[in-house]
Each structure stands twice: as C-alpha cells, then as structure tokens.
C-alpha cells in the first residue's frame, strides 16, 4: 500500500519545518459556535489528569513500565496517559473517527484540520476526517506537542509508510523509542501502542515535530470539539484491548463492511462476554458504541 511520498523527501521537509512555523489552514473567524484549539488541548489535558485514576490507563502504563523493566517513578505517568489518550482518539478508526485513506498529502495535518472545520453534526458511525498515514502522525505529533508532550517525532519504517516515536528518556535508564503506529497499516490486530514489530531505532534520529501545523486561535466548530470530549469520556479510560476491538469494528463500519446496527450488536455481545470479569470502563466502552452506532447525528 501507498502511505504518502518517499522517505528521503519527507525528511527533507520534515527538517525544514522543524524551524518555520508553517502556514496551516485559514483561520475562520472568531464565534461562540466555535472552539479554538488552546482551549481544546487545555480541556484535554485537564481531562487525562482525571484519567489518570482510570483502570485502563494505570493497567496501559503498568505493561508498559514492565515491558521496559523501568521503575514508574522513573518516567512521567501524567505524560504517558497524554501520550495514549491523544494516540487513541487520533488513529485510524480512532475514537475521534479518523479515517485511513491514499491521499499522496505532505507529512503535515493541515488538510485534517480543514476537513474538520466543515463538520457542524458529527456522528459515531462516519468519519471526521480522511487522511493517509504521514497526516495521522503529524496530527498525533502536532497534539502532543501541544499538550506538552516533549520528544515525538515522525518514523518511516519503510518508504512508503510513516508512523510517530515518542522517544522518552527515563531517570537513570537508556533512552527509549515508543512507536506510536497511528494505522494498522504492515500491522497486526495484536499490535498496538508500542508495537515491536517496527525497530525505530533503524532510523538514526527522531526529529521533535516542532510544526505548527495551525495556531492555538484556530477554532473548530463546537459540536465537533464537544464530541471530541465527549469521546474522551466515554472511551479513553478502556483497555487497550478493549480499545483495539472498537477501532476494528469502528473501521468495519466506516469502509461498509458492517452496519452501524450489526456493529452495535456485536459490541453488545462482546460487553455481555465482559460482564463478570470486565472493568467498569470497558464494560461503559462498549455500551457507549453500541448507543453511538444507533444514534443519529445532531441537527
């Protein structure tokens, strides 16, 4: 599959954007209907400080911290759960209803936010947004730079595909390159955040994506923010396991494969097969995608 154009170009570009701001998309004019994206990232990061408390993201942070043999007082955990929230709600067939598709764009999320700007009546059963692998790992770097998240760069892993790193640098341990894949393109069903199955360090430097793809003024239309929050709340707090079967079956249902109504049938039986050994978030998880694939858009 095509993802996007060669690497040695992209690098090129990439390097060459870590010192201009970048133009972006037009700014809309300022309204009450809107929010801009300060506010969005500062309500975001207000809300993974409540997650932290969350099953899925203390059992996402546990793996992790094991996987790597690191002591969790030796790497930030609020940054973590910033890291997996954005990397949930941005990728492919993500909670925020991103969409995977070849689009041949430029390693930046511009064309995102200005499909974003046109969405007045999101709904769980459509996507966003379209975009090819480079713009998801723009996107997902972009926001967690905003968010405060130092260290996350762009990866090819192979020509024609681009992923994001968070490179973290743990107290008193070697450094470390998390893969944050945002499409399961070259991917597994099992692989997910910090998937092995791309070394990232075959590629000599991860360069900190310092674009500044839209400014923080830029403001999107409410109900889209309002549902981008609202995702948050309904899903951020699930497993990973649990996680990765609704993106599958989100994705299903985006390239018509299933029904928005058989795919809420099957979360429901996939809650059922959840409910004497499920945490309550993954059993909320697929209640809430079930209830999302039945619902109709807001007019």
């Known amino acids: 599959m095509l993802c996007g154009i060669g690497a040695v170009l992209i690098l090129a570009i990439v390097a060459a954007a870590a010192h201009a701001a970048g133009p972006g998309p037009s700014q809309p004019a300022a309204s009450s209907s809107h929010t801009s994206v ?12 409540a997650l932290e408390k969350s099953t899925g993201m203390r059992l996402s942070f546990r793996s992790f911290t094991t996987a790597y043999e690191i002591p969790p007082e030796n790497v930030s955990y609020s940054d973590y759960v910033v890291v997996r929230l954005l990397y949930e709600g941005a990728r492919d067939a993500g909670f925020w209803n991103l969409h995977w598709t070849i689009t041949n764009q430029e390693p930046n999320s511009d064309r995102i936010w200005r499909q974003w700007q046109a969405v007045k009546a999101p709904s769980s059963a459509t996507p966003t947004a379209s975009a090819e692998c480079d713009e998801l790992s723009a996107l997902y770097a972009f926001l967690a730079g905003r968010a405060g998240i130092k260290g996350v760069g762009l990866f090819w892993p192979f020509p024609n595909h681009t992923v994001a790193v968070w490179v973290v640098s743990p107290r008193g341990r070697p450094v470390i390159r998390m893969v944050v ?14 998937t092995r199955t791309f070394d990232p360090w075959r590629q000599k430097s991860i360069f900190e994506y310092t674009r500044r793809d839209v ?54 039986r996939r809650r059922g097969d959840l409910v ?12 809430h995608f079930a209830q999302g694939m039945r619902s109709k858009p807001a007019r």
């Open 38 to 49: 300060g506010q969005l990232i500062g309500t975001i990061r207000g809300k993974a400080k």
């Open 181 to 194: 894949p945002t499409s399961q393109i070259f991917l597994k069903v099992t692989d997910s955040l910090d």
């Open 215 to 268: 400014p923080d003024t830029f403001e999107l239309p409410q109900p889209l923010s309002g549902f981008f929050l609202s995702q948050v709340d309904k899903y951020a707090g699930a497993s990973d396991s649990v996680l990765q079967q609704l993106r599958y079956l989100r994705d299903r249902v985006f390239v018509e494969q299933l029904t928005p109504e058989v795919a809420a049938g099957e979360a429901l």
């Open 276 to 287: 004497r050994g499920g945490s309550a978030e993954d059993l909320a998880a697929f209640q």
